[in-house]
């Protein structure tokens, strides 16, 4: 079968996020299938973008086709980035005609997180007589108004919302990284039988062969290795509420018998703001370390004795969470302490640690003490029940075949 993947920000582990279209890839890959992936030559989210100088440069990446459009570089959410998209969708639209017969796809997916890639995913489809798969990661425009402030009258969000509602009534199926997102989705125009939620995974063959952490990293944690280290990896902006974090360990001072420490992972614009924060409130039971390499994550994780994962309040968080850590985390068989204002998580469903609200602090810390507090048997077990969930229902292997056996 011949898969065409259109998902303007996909990147693969070298070049960084996203990663979910080339773990599904390869797995599709494998099983005899041929994919290509259509995507922007520039997307934020990547660490290392192709240096293309023309449209639809083709390249392979481990067995997957990736052709790269020229969208333009851009910075922040403003009129730039809105270019790129135009750009994006508008050259997949003019060309549509030769990339069906060139790639011949009997599936097309729809996985650019806006949704205006719906246009040139059905008229391909169309094309090639090929079903039409729209896969939701992020809930735009509802993104756009309930958390980038933006008026519902904005022409943007308009422009938006008539694409997605479009999306909804024409696809063959919709593939939902959110678990509660399907009676919002009914409600704009998605028939209920056309709903399948496949989520993120873990990718077993990196938590076999994996990188070590820098020696900095190394020495820090041998260094604390009498701790009991809650650990936080991931970034460090606004939408990440790394001061409730830091709320958090204050906290932790004035526990006596506590020998908690909490080690921050990673980079952001909050980083530098968050380290003065803690030097001058003299915090000093809080740590940052630089951001490690996706490859060395399950090592890092192997210095944690709890992972903690938080975020900001937001409306979005009603349809489900889906964050890459927390299936790390799981597969590391870490006890976990998630503090989003969300519907049942993982983390609570499979009994894998706690899930807090985050405006509640000391409902953080109880969770928190009392993993520390825990037998090495009874972490063991929460741990255990983590790692468990995600081999039986979340490797990229399993979600590759669900999300095949259920679109034809």
Known sequence: MNILYIDHYAGSPEMGMEFRPYYLSKEWVKMGHKVTIVAGDYSHLRKVNPNINNDFIKENIDGIDY???????????????????????????????????????????????????????????KLSKARYIHEVHDMWPATLYEVGGMSKKHPFVIVMQIAENSAYRHCDKCVSLLPYSKDYMMKHGLRGEKFLNIQNGVAEKEWEYYEAVPVEHRNFFEKHKDKFVVGYFGGHALSNSLDDCVNVAKEFLK????????????????????????????????????????????????????????????????????????????????????????????????????????????????????IETMSEEERSIMGDNGKKAVVEHFTYNKLAETFINNIM
Do not use: H
């Not at 998209?85 to 796809?105: D, T």
């Open 255 to 370: 526990i006596k018998d506590s020998n908690a420490i909490f080690v921050f992972v990673g980079d952001g614009v909050e980083k530098q703001r968050l380290i003065e924060r803690v030097r001058c409130e003299i915090i000093n039971n809080a740590f940052f370390l630089p951001p490690i390499s996706k490859k060395a994550i399950p090592d890092l994780l192997k210095y944690f004795d709890c992972s903690y994962m938080t975020g900001i309040t937001s409306p979005l968080y009603r349809f489900g969470l889906c964050l890459n850590k927390m299936y790390d985390s799981m597969m590391a068989k870490l006890p976990i302490v998630c503090a989003f204002d969300a519907p049942d998580t993982l983390i609570k469903i499979y009994n894998c640690g706690y899930q807090c609200n985050p405006s509640n602090i000391q409902e953080v810390v109880d969770a928190i003490r009392n």
């Open 67 to 125: 052709i790269w459009i020229k969208t333009g570089k851009y910075l922040g959410n403003g009129f730039k980035r809105a270019l790129t998209i135009e750009r994006f969708v508008r050259k997949l639209i003019f060309n549509a005609k030769k990339i069906s017969i060139n790639i011949r796809p009997d599936v097309v997916i729809a996985s650019s997180t806006y949704p205006l890639d719906t246009y040139p995913a059905r008229k391909k489809a």
